[in-house]
């Protein structure tokens, strides 16, 4: 039986490859920052430890051996750089769940595993892919060809905390008129976590040594389609109102800061929806439909109950409602 060992594990991507690798038969130890036995997925062995804390770690990893490492910190890459050294002679594979954001802000599409990658003249940690390139560095060089670097793109699902889809899921339920940034036809690109998840335990088992583009299913999926089906699934028909994604830049809008899984066509960033994942197809990949993630999610938001999943997403502040009904009246 193979053993695995989860950094991180109890959220959202880490806990959903937990799952996956204990019902393959695996045998799975996860280990983070949260205390609370309960909140580790069921059939796991849970370590509880402060990854920033390299005596910590080294004691609490002591004499302990795994078949494999998958690694989610999104954090500070000096903890990258701790499990790495402290797991160099313990394990036979480090996969670390990186993101397709380390590839060049201006990158021509369709994104490859060869484009070229994000530079920094500050190496500022502050900057989430460059925390992502500099764990990968790292990796790479303490398991040369023993690596295997995942570059996920938009990952949604049950548990997903970030709240991207739930945010649009729950604005479908409370208004009667939604504003949603244009063009309609606008591509987008995701992979469920669960099978992101499955894909990791399929590489490992295999095993794969390499870096791979995980970005989700060829067809495309766009953002009209995707709003059909939340007003299906939360079975209500609000009107919506398409601004230009020029007017909403003009207005100050925030890209996918202020409305989630909104990338314009143009500029910056522009090509993250158009990444290629043909290497993933080719191991073996299986994606769901996008009907069957967005009837999962909201399933998952009422089984959690509105006050319980509220305390649950993160507390970031999307477009509110008073910014949205001043921007419905100014274009609509």
Same mark, same amino acid.
Not at 204 to 209: A, E, K, Q, T, Y
């Given at each position: 039986?193979?053993?695995?060992?989860?950094?991180?594990?109890?959220?959202?991507?880490?806990?959903?490859?937990?799952?996956?690798?204990?019902?393959?038969?695996?045998?799975?130890?996860?280990?983070?920052?949260? &205390?609370?036995?309960?909140?580790?997925?069921?059939?796991?062995?849970?370590?509880?430890?402060?990854?920033? *804390?390299?005596?910590?770690?080294?004691?609490?990893?002591?004499?302990?051996?795994? *078949?494999?490492?998958?690694?989610?910190?999104?954090?500070?890459?000096?903890?990258?750089?701790?499990?790495?050294?402290?797991? =160099?002679?313990?394990?036979?594979?480090?996969?670390?769940?990186?993101?397709?954001?380390?590839?060049?802000?201006?990158?021509?599409?369709?994104?490859?595993? &060869?484009?070229?990658?994000?530079?920094?003249?500050?190496?500022?940690?502050?900057?989430?892919?460059?925390?992502?390139?500099?764990?990968?560095?790292?990796?790479?060089?303490?398991?040369?060809? =023993?690596?295997?670097?995942?570059?996920?793109?938009?990952?949604?699902?049950?548990?997903?905390?970030?709240?991207?889809?739930?945010?649009?899921?729950?604005?479908?339920?409370?208004?009667?008129?939604?504003?949603?940034?244009?063009?309609?036809?606008?591509?987008?690109?995701?992979?469920?976590?669960?099978?992101?998840? &499955?894909?990791?335990?399929?590489?490992?088992?295999?095993?794969?040594?390499?870096?791979?583009?995980?970005?989700?299913?060829?067809?495309?999926?766009?953002?009209?389609?995707?709003?059909?089906?939340?007003?299906?699934?939360?079975?209500?028909?609000?009107?919506?109102?398409?601004? *230009?994604?020029?007017?909403?830049?003009?207005?100050?809008?925030?890209?996918?800061?202020?409305?989630?899984?909104?990338?314009?066509?143009?500029? &910056?960033?522009?090509?993250?929806?158009?990444?290629?994942?043909?290497?993933?197809?080719?191991?073996?990949?299986?994606?769901?439909?996008?009907?069957?993630?967005?009837?999962?999610?909201?399933?998952?938001?009422?089984?959690?109950?509105?006050?319980?999943?509220?305390?649950?997403?993160?507390?970031?502040?999307?477009?509110?409602?008073? =910014?949205?009904?001043?921007?419905?009246?100014?274009?609509?």
């Amino acid at each position: 039986m193979d053993s695995l060992l989860v950094l991180g594990g109890s959220r959202f991507v880490g806990r959903h490859i937990a799952e996956a690798a204990v019902n393959a038969g695996w045998t799975v130890t996860v280990l983070n920052n949260d &205390s609370g036995p309960k909140k580790a997925p069921a059939g796991t062995q849970h370590i509880f430890v402060n990854r920033l *804390d390299p005596d910590a770690m080294a004691h609490a990893l002591k004499g302990m051996r795994w *078949d494999a490492v998958v690694d989610t910190w999104q954090g500070h890459p000096e903890a990258v750089v701790t499990a790495s050294r402290i797991l =160099r002679d313990s394990v036979a594979i480090y996969c670390l769940v990186s993101s397709v954001t380390v590839y060049s802000e201006n990158a021509r599409p369709p994104i490859t595993e &060869s484009t070229e990658c994000r530079t920094s003249e500050t190496d500022d940690p502050n900057v989430y892919s460059i925390r992502k390139r500099s764990a990968e560095s790292m990796v790479l060089e303490a398991f040369p060809k =023993r690596s295997l670097i995942l570059r996920p793109g938009l990952i949604v699902g049950p548990w997903e905390y970030a709240g991207r889809l739930p945010w649009w899921l729950l604005r479908m339920q409370d208004r009667r008129t939604i504003l949603a940034p244009g063009p309609t036809d606008r591509r987008l690109q995701w992979v469920d976590a669960r099978d992101f998840a &499955s894909f990791v335990v399929l590489c490992l088992s295999i095993p794969i040594c390499d870096i791979v583009n995980v970005a989700g299913p060829s067809e495309d999926l766009t953002m009209s389609q995707l709003l059909r089906e939340c007003t299906r699934v939360v079975g209500s028909e609000p009107e919506i109102c398409w601004i *230009d994604s020029s007017q909403l830049l003009q207005s100050g809008v925030l890209p996918w800061i202020e409305i989630p899984l909104w990338i314009p066509p143009n500029g &910056s960033h522009a090509s993250a929806y158009d990444v290629s994942a043909v290497k993933a197809d080719q191991i073996g990949i299986r994606y769901r439909t996008t009907r069957q993630t967005v009837e999962d999610v909201w399933q998952w938001m009422n089984q959690l109950g509105r006050e319980r999943l509220l305390r649950y997403l993160d507390t970031r502040v999307w477009l509110d409602r008073a =910014r949205e009904t001043q921007l419905l009246a100014t274009f609509k």
